[in-house]
C-alpha cells in the first residue's frame, strides 16, 4: 500500500464478518491513495465523518508515539481533535479525502451528488462506498437481494460510463462467518459476486494456516473482464 499501484477501473469488493476492520482497512486505503495526490469520496451508511477522521488520526497517533490512542476519545475531545489538525496543518491528505455521510441517500441519490460535486467540475474520485447492506431500497417494494441487486447495477452502470475506481464494502452471510474466504460468503445478499470485478477478502487467522488478509480473484470473471478495463495510475 505505501508503493503506487495500478488499479484498474471497476468495482473492488471488500468483504469480511462483523468487526473484522473492513472500514478500518477501506480507511487506509483512502488515506494512501490521498496521499499520492487522488481525490477520493468516502461514502458512509454508518458513521459521521468526524468518526471516520479520528479512526485515520487514531491510526496516525498509534504510529507516530506508539501509544494507544482510542478514536471514541478523539471523537468526543474537542482541544484533542483540534490540537491534532493543528500538527497536520499542512498535510494536504485530509483535504482530499471527501467524506459524506450518506444515512438515508439511495445508489441514485449518491450518483447524483458525484456527478454534482466531481464529475461537472471535471474530477474523478476513487470512491468508498460503505457499505452496500444499509444502502435504501429505491423502490418500497424491494426485498433486500433486489435491493442490493439493483442498486449495484446502477453503480455498475455508472462506474463503467465514467470510467471510474469504486470499492464496495459488504457483509457476509452468517453460514459463512468461521469457513475460509470464498464467493459462497457473498450469498443471500444478491448478486455482488458477479458485479463486482475484482473480490477482496478479510478473515481471521484462526479460519486456516493463512494470514488475516486474503485475496482471492473471480477467476471464471476476472479474466474476461480484465481485457476491457483501462488502467488508472493510483
Not at 119 to 129: D, H, T, V
Not at 167 to 188: H, I, Q
Not at 214 to 231: C, H, Q
Amino acid at each position: 500500500l505505501d508503493k503506487k499501484q495500478i488499479l484498474s477501473a471497476g468495482i473492488y469488493l471488500l468483504g469480511g464478518v462483523a468487526g473484522i476492520g473492513k472500514t478500518a482497512f477501506a480507511l487506509q486505503l483512502a488515506e494512501t491513495f490521498a496521499a499520492q495526490g487522488q481525490t477520493v469520496l468516502y461514502a458512509s451508511y454508518e458513521q459521521t465523518a468526524e468518526l471516520l477522521q479520528a479512526k485515520i488520526l487514531s491510526r496516525r497517533l498509534n504510529l507516530a508515539s506508539g501509544e494507544v490512542q482510542n478514536e471514541l476519545q478523539i471523537y468526543l475531545d474537542g482541544d484533542l481533535q483540534e490540537c491534532i489538525f493543528d500538527k497536520l496543518n499542512d498535510d494536504k491528505t485530509f483535504e482530499r479525502i471527501n467524506f459524506f455521510e450518506a444515512e438515508t441517500e439511495t445508489i441514485a441519490d449518491l450518483i447524483q451528488s458525484i456527478q454534482e460535486k466531481f464529475l461537472l467540475k471535471g474530477k474523478s474520485p476513487i470512491i468508498f462506498l460503505d457499505y452496500v447492506q444499509k444502502i435504501p431500497a429505491m423502490k418500497n417494494s424491494d426485498g433486500a437481494k433486489e435491493k442490493i441487486d439493483a442498486s449495484m447495477k446502477l453503480l455498475k452502470d455508472f462506474q463503467k460510463k465514467n470510467d471510474l475506481i469504486v470499492f464496495v464494502l459488504s457483509s457476509f452471510n452468517r453460514e459463512n462467518y468461521w469457513l475460509p474466504v470464498s464467493e459462497t460468503a457473498f450469498k443471500e445478499t444478491g448478486e455482488l459476486e458477479f458485479t463486482a470485478d475484482v473480490i477482496f477478502g478479510l478473515q481471521y487467522s484462526v479460519v486456516n494456516t493463512f494470514s488475516k488478509m486474503t485475496e482471492f480473484e473471480k477467476r471464471d470473471l476476472i479474466d474476461r473482464k480484465s481485457t476491457r478495463l483501462n488502467s488508472s495510475h493510483v
